[in-house]
């Protein structure tokens, strides 16, 4: 009967209860939501960021990374490349051969990073032909082809089929240079990385380097990112020499970026179940003063203090989780619909800014069905706290004085 | 046998002037009783019910009540002791107002954790002692304040107490319902043998009460027994 009293007593002034009610379904619907967007935004980012650029495992020379000399590739890059790319788990890898070097028009010229391709794998690896926003994916042009960004096109005023010369420094340590012809013209959402990179076939690079067939980095992808460290051991034990990092190694602000927004979910949502707890805690004090003279009799006629307690908990947690599944299901509706292809937010009018962090301008928001369990168990546990000074105020009362008070 | 005895019963009030609301209340109430505390407004009658029934202390001498010395238990003890002993009928009714009447009487043996079937026999059977047998699903809210307070009065025995106190009960009522009730209350005092003491000032309560106590200033002035009521049933 206690439970029939607390859900009875909800609807003795219903306005004010449905207040209640309507404040936690909006919180909460507006607290998920403001979570998966930001859980979209970052997934976004670090998915576009590992399956266009860094990828989920990379290898290296040990000593490549530092300085990046050119004479640190990878020993039997080729083979073990072969190896990788039979690994089950394994969904896409790519060989390169990397330079810092050069590029010069009749215009200008600038320092980048030239990135010797294998053209059909590094299209699975990192979509580069997909980037392309003119032109043709290496074909067209017969001899030494390249791929440049929109930006440093801009940059050098440079077309399709125009002449730039790369000069970089070769394993002897020797300048060299050679002329290339522009096949196509990629852009990224990273201008960053657009203005620091330009593609070569590799044998071209390896050419220029005096390192036939030599790789410096073999960049391979998972099935997801989630599953890195799994493909790092397995790579790790084909090429126990090498150094063979994850996609958390590699890049530590898409690390600290994934283990931040976690936290970040748990924040919004607890400001938000701050400001319901004092919304509750304020409703439940003035249910429980308007109720001074009943709460009186109640201890008189025999009621004990735990029931009176259990009674005000359980009438608080009545109505804050009367709330809690409309403001879930209308988030978690609004996140599926949004979630799917094409429905997602569009940010293009924040697109440059946008792209200065390497995301793309439409947000697809997401979130962890768990995340909703969580929730609801925070705003049952937030409603059972928010009930304890009421009913403590209530514990308080003076059964004499209660069943006088008018 | 005396079902509430109390001796040398002193209750004051501290403050800037301590008010000694009871002063050396020495009374005996049997088994039986319809009992009626009488007195002015501060003569200290409604102190000396809420002592009697273990909703105050004294701040000196001893209650009684079925054998055992009340001042002596603990706040815990003393609300399981009102839960099993007492029955209360308040001037304002205090039902609760979101359960129907039946509920409202059974709530009472649903805290003394009697079984359902029980409760629900002898709330109906309650309910129909005081005259509300059609009306045991009505809210309190959708009932007159005679039917209230008829209610109270079942809600008050449901839990089979040695007595019931019944503060100022018909303050709120009209006469037909004034009448009604005391009807109800009497017929239950002669034919269940049900202990009923009253604190009140209303004439109507005093004229059919079988014992009249009065109190003035903490102090019982008068004690009258009246062996037949004297009042004819209305």
């Given amino acids: 009967m206690l439970t029939l009293i607390a859900w009875r007593n909800i609807w003795r002034s219903p306005t004010r209860s449905l207040v209640v009610i309507v404040a936690v379904a909006l919180g909460l619907w507006a607290g998920l939501f403001l979570s998966a967007f930001s859980i979209g935004l970052s997934e976004q980012r670090a998915r576009d960021q590992l399956e266009t650029m860094v990828s989920h495992v990379q290898v290296h020379h040990p000593d490549f990374k530092g300085e990046r000399d050119i004479n640190n590739f990878i020993p039997d890059g080729p083979d073990l490349l072969t190896q990788v790319q039979a690994l089950p788990d394994v969904v896409g890898a790519t060989g390169r051969s990397l330079a810092f070097g050069m590029i010069a028009s009749a215009r200008k010229t600038g320092g980048v990073m030239i990135n010797g391709i294998m053209p059909e794998t590094e299209a699975v690896v990192t979509k580069l032909d997909q980037k392309l926003v003119e032109g043709t994916y290496f074909d067209g042009v017969s001899r030494n082809p390249i791929l440049i960004s929109q930006r440093t096109a801009e940059a050098h005023k440079l077309g399709l089929r125009k002449k730039v010369v790369l000069t970089l420094k070769d394993a002897e340590g020797e300048m060299v240079s050679k002329a290339f012809r522009i096949a196509g013209i990629y852009k990224s959402f990273n201008s960053q990385y657009d203005e620091a990179n330009v593609f070569v076939l590799s044998e071209d690079l390896q050419d220029m380097l005096g390192l036939p067939g030599e790789l410096h980095e073999i960049a391979l992808l998972g099935p997801n990112k989630e599953e890195a460290g799994i493909i790092k051991t397995e790579v790790s034990a084909l090429a126990p020499e090498a150094l063979v990092e994850d996609w958390r190694e590699i890049s530590p602000e898409l690390r600290l970026l994934a283990d931040t927004m976690d936290q970040m979910m748990y924040i919004f949502i607890g400001i938000i179940v701050l400001a319901l707890a004092f919304g509750i805690i304020n409703t439940m004090l003035m249910a429980v003063l308007e109720r001074t003279h009943e709460l009186g009799m109640l201890m008189s006629v025999g009621m004990n203090k735990f029931r009176i307690f259990a009674m005000i908990i359980l009438e608080t947690l009545f109505m804050a989780m009367i709330g809690v599944p409309f403001g879930l299901f209308a988030a978690w509706g609004m996140v599926s619909w949004m979630g799917q292809p094409g429905n997602g937010i569009d940010m293009s009018a924040f697109s440059q800014g946008l792209e200065e962090f390497g995301m793309s301008s439409v947000v697809y928001p997401e979130l962890d069905p768990n995340y909703y369990w969580q929730v609801m168990l925070i705003v049952a546990v937030a409603a059972v706290l928010s009930a304890i000074y009421p009913a403590i105020k209530a514990l308080k009362l003076n059964p004499v004085e209660a069943v006088r008070a008018h | ?234």
């Fill in chain 2, 1 to 234: 046998m005396n079902v509430i005895e109390t001796t040398n019963l002193h209750k004051t009030y501290e403050g800037a002037v301590p008010v000694k609301a009871v002063n050396g209340v020495s009374l005996q109430i049997e088994a039986g009783e319809f009992t009626a505390i009488v007195g002015p407004s501060g003569s200290g009658k409604t102190t000396l019910l809420n002592i009697i029934g273990g909703l105050d202390r004294p701040t000196e001498g001893e209650v009684i009540v079925g054998g055992q010395d009340i001042s002596k238990l603990s706040n815990n003890q003393l609300i399981d002791f009102r839960l099993h002993n007492i029955g209360f009928v308040f001037q304002a009714y205090n039902l609760i107002p979101v359960l129907t009447a039946r509920e409202n009487v059974e709530f009472v043996m649903l805290l003394q954790k009697r079984s359902r079937a029980e409760r629900e026999a002898r709330s109906q059977a309650l309910l129909e002692a005081v005259g509300l047998g059609d009306r045991m699903d009505n809210r309190p809210t959708k009932m007159s304040g005679g039917q209230q307070q008829r209610v109270a009065v079942a809600r008050a025995l449901a839990p089979k107490p040695k007595f019931v106190l019944a503060d100022e009960p018909t303050a709120n009522l009209d006469s037909h319902s004034t009448a009604n009730l005391l009807d109800i209350m009497a017929n239950l005092n002669r034919q269940e043998g049900i202990t009923f003491v009253f604190s009140t000032h209303d004439q109507r309560v005093i004229d059919r009460a079988r014992r009249v106590i009065t109190l003035e200033d903490g102090v019982v002035v008068s004690d009258i027994r009246r062996e037949e009521n004297p009042v004819p049933e209305a």
